[in-house]
């Protein structure tokens, strides 16, 4: 047996193993349960009226009609939670770098005004959804129309309708700030470039929708809550808050979830009212998300306008950048971690991976008549990826450098790490030119422009666009506290072998498709020598598990694996000391491996962990005084600042000028996300992500008309991407482990969604002209691809 003496992971034979995931045979036997399978008897249905106006007083709420239709329980409106609901409210630090951050209450029922199509104003509890949706329509209520305002640079202007009346303005938040002298760089620059970029508002879509299902027992005043959630913990203490509702008697199961990417990593209105509803009414209440609500009324992401400015050198110098980012964040502010953070991750993320000495940025989060924004997968990050590396590229032909060397001359060098950027921010370790020169490699560059001369001569429209990005990752509380928000980011895990040797992993993250099943097993299996098989992973259920801030922000890796990490090798140590003192050898001359306590000199076998566990349980003689009972322990694990994983995205394409039509031909990614614990969960939240990203690029976007009526209200108009618009992605890996986490990890989860956008939008411009095409809104429709056409072929006749 090898001895894991250097291995800080144990034996170091499944962490970087590709194990196949252990809750796949789940969920390919259909075993899954989502809380739309939990049914119990005398459960009640609950429906929303929600608001046909995007700006409208409300006048009347008159439900006496729908009170009385048959099968109806109760219909609660804002004036019957008053009291008994909290409003919803989001407040910054006023010690942050945001102290102008202004306070948004959301009412979970709209109460004088709505200020969204969509919003809720009433609830109904009827014997099922069905009879809960006809009584809807009987809710009379009367609206005073208002102005709406929808265009977020409109509703800066003084003379706009005002979303809130008390802010005074729209805007939400703003966040100026210059680092370096950055009016003397551009001073001294041989060339500027200027643009001005826009990203689609879209949604994340999951295939399971929001849903909620709360039982109220009246004889223990106990809540169970069931939620989609991917923030458990948290969810019970905001719910608890807004209820006012003693938290120790309330309970959030979170059980299997069916896609969340950010959205589920908030507490919602419907929530709210549906937890009420079963306590007021002393029963069962469910609610289940319909379509039509996850597109108009869940929460909406990424809608931003860019400008920039890009001072470089003659030679391809990066010298100081300018940005302005201005995000539509919607009516409210999304609970508990505000919308406000769209525009800044934006702004911060903008020098990416490039050495720049000065940058000013100013960062305005606007207020509409429209679905509020929350979290997307990459908060911020598409947007600035996409918007700067178009910027490379523009400079690129501008200077009439090679897009890929220009790159090159500017990246964070390996030898530059630990390296502190123009913001301050320390980027621990990274591969930035390593992963661009992998992936130039695998998509064979230089093969490709031989192709793309011949294609040009032949009349095809092939290109090739590349994007490198930093993905930030896994804040710790300080990186909360810096964006100005009061949480935490720590995590906690309790370990626990039996008197069999089994063990059991209770940790606070959530899992709905990220396979923490597997890749927590492999950490505690190889700190605690057992195999995979003998290790249970359990979360979703805060009557069971830790306190956790669950899972969101790439954080479930770093966070929740060096909780995993630090319990487990509690748990060896004492493990250790037990066989050490039977044995009379040094704990330090022994190690776990294979299910036995080994010599680590010669790696034969001493006894079996089962032993040593049921001694631990039922400890003899002197044992009593020097260890407590038993094989478990809880810790929890604070990771840094942030971590900082990197990667490389290359994609090509082909255009049907006739049609507009975007065909991939390859894509390709290089993935830096430090120690690997599974490559193959690895390449699969990657493949994902690059999904999402493709919808990001060509095809998601929530179009609203001036009124602030949504047009893309059904799946036959906001279009996702399918099998046929993905292709197999072709990825490889670098390890450049964190030297500030435990294990090395780095986040990584949504990584794969950040880049395509700015990928295929460089490979777009590239394929348009060899003039420098005008790509800068995603995402490209077959119309907005015709339309960039049209526009370079004007140019290039009229040169």
Known sequence: MASSAASPLGTGKLVGASVLRVEDRRALMGKSQFVDDVRLPGTLAIAFVRSPYAHARILRVDATTARAHPGVHKVFT?????????????????????????????????????????EAVAAIVADDRYVAEDAAELVEIDYEPLEPVVDMERALDAASPLVHDEWGDNVLVAVKAEFGDVARAFAEADVVIAERFTTGRHTA????????????????????????????????????????????????????????????????????????????????????????????????????????????????????????????????????????????VTASAMPGPYRIAAYGFEAISIATNKTTIGAYRGVGMPSAVFAMERMVDLAAHRLALDPAELRRRNMIRREDHPYTNVLGFQV???????????????????????????????????????????????????????????????????????????????????????????????????????????????????????????????????????????????????????????????????DLASGFVVRRADGAALAPIAEIARQAY?????????????????????????????????????????????????????????????????????????????????LEQIVYDDNGQVLTGTLMDYLAPTATDVPRVEIAHIESPSPFTLGGFKGMGEGGAIAPGAAISNAVADAISAQ???????????????????????????R
Not at 491 to 499: F, G, I, Q
């Open 428 to 590: 621990e370790s990274g591969s930035h030119q390593e992963s661009l020169a992998k992936a130039l490699a695998m998509i064979g560059y230089q093969n490709f422009r031989v192709q793309q001369k011949a294609a040009r001569a032949a009349g095809r429209m092939i290109g090739l666009g590349i994007a490198s990005y930093i993905e930030t990752t896994a804040p710790g509380t300080a990186g909360w506290l810096a964006m100005g928000l009061r949480m935490a980011g720590y995590e906690t895990a309790t370990v626990r072998m039996d008197r069999a040797g089994k063990v059991t992993v209770l940790v606070g993250t959530h899992s709905h498709g990220q396979s923490h099943e597997t890749t927590f097993a492999q950490i505690a299996a190889d700190q605690l020598g057992v195999a995979l098989e003998d290790v249970r992973v359990v979360f979703g259920d805060t009557e069971a598990v830790p306190y956790g801030w669950g899972t969101g922000g790439s954080r479930s890796a770093v966070v929740g694996g060096g909780a995993t990490m630090k319990a487990s090798a509690a748990v060896r140590e004492k493990i250790l000391r037990i066989a050490s003192r039977r044995g009379e050898i040094p704990p330090g001359e022994l």
């Open 205 to 344: 879509l999951p295939m399971e929708g929001r849903a909620c299902l709360a039982i109220y027992e009246p004889a223990s005043g106990q809540l169970t809550f069931w939620s989609s959630s991917q923030i458990p913990h948290v969810l019970r203490t905001h719910l608890a808050q807004i209820l006012d509702f003693p938290e120790h008697r309330l309970r959030v199961i979170a059980p299997d979830v069916g896609g969340g990417f950010g959205l589920k990593a908030h507490v919602f209105p419907e929530e709210v009212v549906t937890a009420y509803a079963s306590r007021a009414l002393g029963c069962t209440v469910k609610w289940i998300e319909d379509r039509r609500e996850s597109l108009i009324a869940s929460l909406h992401a990424k809608h931003q306008v860019v400008n920039v400015e890009l001072a470089l050198r003659g030679d391809g110098t990066m010298l100081a950048m300018r940005s302005r980012c201005l995000s539509d964040i919607g009516a409210y502010t999304e609970h508990p971690w505000s919308s406000g953070l769209e525009a800044g």
């Open 772 to 798: 420098g095409a005008s790509v800068t809104d995603i995402p490209l429709t077959p119309e907005r691809v015709l339309s960039i056409i049209d526009q370079s072929r004007s140019k290039d006749s009229a």
């Open 78 to 118: 804002a004036e019957e939670l008053e009291g008994s609901a909290a409003v919803m409210r989001v407040e910054w630090d006023p010690a942050s770098r945001s102290p102008q951050h202004k306070t948004c209450e959301w009412p979970v029922l709209a109460r004088d005004k709505v200020r969204f199509v969509g």
């Open 618 to 698: 039922l400890p003899a003689g002197a044992d009593f005084q020097r260890e407590e009972p038993g094989l478990e322990t809880t810790a929890s694990y604070e990771p840094p600042l942030m971590t900082h994983a990197n990667s490389t995205h290359i994609a090509t394409v082909e255009i049907d000028s006739g049609t507009g039509q975007i065909k991939i031909l390859r894509y390709v990614v290089v993935e830096d996300c430090g120690r690997i614990i599974n490559p193959m969960v690895v390449d699969g939240q990657i493949q994902g992500g690059v999904a999402q990203g493709i919808g990001t690029a060509m």
